[in-house]
C-alpha cells in the first residue's frame, strides 16, 4: 500500500485530508482503494485517532472516500457516468452547510408563475397551436416581443430548450468534424463537453477587467476557427461583462482577420435580466455574422428550458427544420408561459428585485475579502472567480468549513500555470453572513 502518512506534511485533520485529496486527485490512491483503520494511521503520524476521525470526515463530505462500516474506508468510486466529463464535481451532490458550487439562482428571488401558468393554459386550450406539427414554431407574441428586446439588429429568431441546447444547434449548422472554435479560456465546462462531442478543437484566448483581450483575440483568430464563442455579459465563470467598447473592438479584429474571415460568433447571454452591465452583441456592427443566444434560466427558472436564438436568416432557418426532425419544437404552452413572466408587472418587479440583489451581493463579497487584505474586482451576475495557490487543497479546507465551491480546473481550456489555480464561487446564493464566508474564502486565498 501506498504509504500516506509519509505525505502528510501537517497532522492536523485539514493537513491530513488535504495530503489525501490530493494523492486521490493524483491518481496516487486509485478509485477503490481500501484506506487503513483510524487508529493504525492515527498510530503512523503520532495524534490521536479523532484527529484523523476528523480528516476522515472532512474526506466524506468533499465525496472523496466513502465508508463501508466494518469493511473500512475505501477512496471513492468515479461519479456518475450520465454526466458529462466536466459536469462532474460541479452537480453539488455533496453534503454542506452553504453549496456555492452550482452556478444556479437564488430559488427565492425567481418570479412565481402560478398565476401565469393558469393563463397560459387557458390561452393554449382556446388556440389553435396544439393541433398541428407543421405551424410556425413560435408564438407570435413572444416572437414579437424578443424582436423588441434584441441587442442589435437581427433577421430571424427562433426559441430553443434553454441556451446550451441553441448552442448546440447553432454549432450542428456551422461546423464540420475537426473544425476549430475559438473560446475564452476560462470558460463554462459543458461548452468543452460539448465541443468534444461535436470533434471539435479549441482555441483558447484569455479576458481582462473590460472582456476578451484584443490581443489574445487576435492570436486565437489566425487559427482559422470556424466559430467564436463568446459569453458577452457575467461571464461564467469570471463574472466579466465585456464593455460595448471592448465588443467594437473584437468585431473589428475579426472583420480584419483574413484567417477568420468565414468564422461565425455564437453569443451565449446566458444571464441576460440579471446582469448589470448594458446589453452588448457584435452583432450591432458583424449582423450577418453572428448567432445570439438568450437564456432565460438564470432570471426565471432553470426548469423552464428555454432560451431564444437570433441570427442570419439562412442559419436560423437551418436550425429550425433541423429540430424538426429531433425535439420538434419548443413547448407552445411553455413559450406562452415565459411570455406572460416576460410581460406580467409582478414578474417584472422580482426580476428586477433580483438583479439589485445580485448586484448587491456581489459589491458585498467584493468589499468583504477587501477587508480581509484579498482585493478582486466587483463581478456581474451569480459567480466570482477566485484565485487560490492550490485548488484541490483550498476545496478541502473549504468543505471542512462546510463550504463547497466549484473546482476551477474544469473551466479551463488549458492548464494553469502554478500558482494560478482557482475555484468557482457562486456568490449570488448567499443572502445572509456573506462576511463570514469571505473570512473563509480569503483564507484560502491567501493561502
Not at 495524534?47 to 465525496?63: C, D, I
Request: glycine share 8%.
Amino acid at each position: 500500500m501506498v504509504s500516506i502518512s509519509a505525505q502528510v506534511e501537517e497532522a492536523t485533520p485539514v493537513g491530513i485530508a488535504g495530503a489525501l485529496s490530493r494523492m486521490i486527485t493524483s491518481g496516487e490512491l486509485a478509485p477503490g482503494t481500501r484506506l487503513p483503520t483510524v487508529r493504525d494511521l492515527a498510530a503512523d503520524l503520532g495524534v490521536s485517532p479523532a484527529t484523523v476521525s476528523l480528516a476522515w470526515r472532512t474526506l466524506r463530505t468533499a465525496g472523496l472516500v466513502t465508508s463501508r462500516g466494518r469493511s473500512g474506508s475505501f477512496v471513492r468510486s468515479g461519479t456518475r457516468a450520465w454526466l458529462p466529463s466536466r459536469y462532474r464535481g460541479l452537480d453539488g451532490s455533496y453534503a454542506a452547510r452553504l453549496d456555492l458550487s452550482r452556478g444556479t439562482p437564488d430559488p427565492l428571488l425567481l418570479p412565481s408563475i402560478g398565476e401565469v401558468l393558469e393563463q397560459a393554459a387557458v390561452e393554449s386550450r382556446r388556440s389553435e397551436r396544439t393541433g398541428t406539427y407543421l405551424r410556425k414554431p413560435d408564438i407570435a407574441p413572444l416572437h414579437d416581443l424578443l424582436r423588441e428586446t434584441w441587442p442589435g439588429p437581427v433577421e430571424s429568431l427562433t426559441v430553443t430548450n434553454g441556451a446550451l441546447d441553441g448552442i448546440d444547434r447553432a454549432l450542428g449548422a456551422l461546423v464540420h468534424f475537426g473544425d476549430r472554435v475559438a473560446v475564452e479560456s476560462p470558460t463554462f465546462p459543458p461548452f468543452l463537453d460539448l465541443l468534444e462531442a461535436h470533434g471539435l478543437a479549441p482555441v483558447p484566448f484569455d479576458l481582462d477587467a473590460c472582456g476578451p483581450r484584443v490581443p489574445s483575440f487576435r492570436v486565437a483568430l489566425r487559427r482559422a476557427p470556424a466559430v467564436v464563442l463568446l459569453q458577452p455579459r457575467a461571464h461564467n465563470p469570471t463574472g466579466v461583462s465585456t464593455t460595448p467598447e471592448r465588443a467594437e473592438a473584437l468585431a473589428g479584429v475579426l472583420r480584419r482577420t483574413r484567417e477568420a474571415d468565414r468564422a461565425v460568433v455564437v453569443e451565449d447571454d446566458h444571464a441576460w435580466a440579471i446582469s448589470s452591465a448594458p446589453m452588448v452583441s457584435l452583432g450591432r456592427w458583424l449582423p450577418d455574422r453572428v448567432v445570439h443566444v438568450r437564456s432565460f434560466s438564470k432570471s426565471h427558472g432553470p426548469d423552464l428550458r428555454i432560451g431564444a436564438l437570433g441570427g442570419p436568416r439562412e442559419i436560423v432557418d437551418r436550425i429550425v427544420s433541423r429540430r424538426l426532425l429531433g425535439p420538434g419544437w419548443t413547448s407552445r404552452l411553455t413559450q406562452s408561459l415565459l411570455w406572460g413572466l416576460l410581460t406580467h408587472p409582478d414578474a417584472l418587479a422580482t426580476v428586477e428585485r433580483a438583479r439589485e440583489a445580485y448586484a448587491a451581493r456581489q459589491r458585498s463579497f467584493s468589499e468583504s475579502l477587501a477587508r480581509q487584505g484579498v482585493s478582486m474586482p466587483v463581478a456581474d451576475g451569480l459567480n466570482a472567480w477566485l484565485p487560490v495557490s492550490l485548488e484541490q487543497s483550498a476545496l478541502t479546507h473549504l468543505v471542512a468549513a462546510g463550504i463547497l465551491v466549484a473546482p476551477g480546473s474544469p473551466f479551463e481550456v488549458t492548464n494553469p500555470a502554478q500558482g494560478r489555480e482557482h475555484v468557482r464561487v457562486t456568490v449570488g446564493v448567499v443572502a445572509e453572513g456573506l462576511a463570514d464566508v469571505a473570512a473563509h474564502l480569503a483564507e484560502v486565498a491567501r493561502r
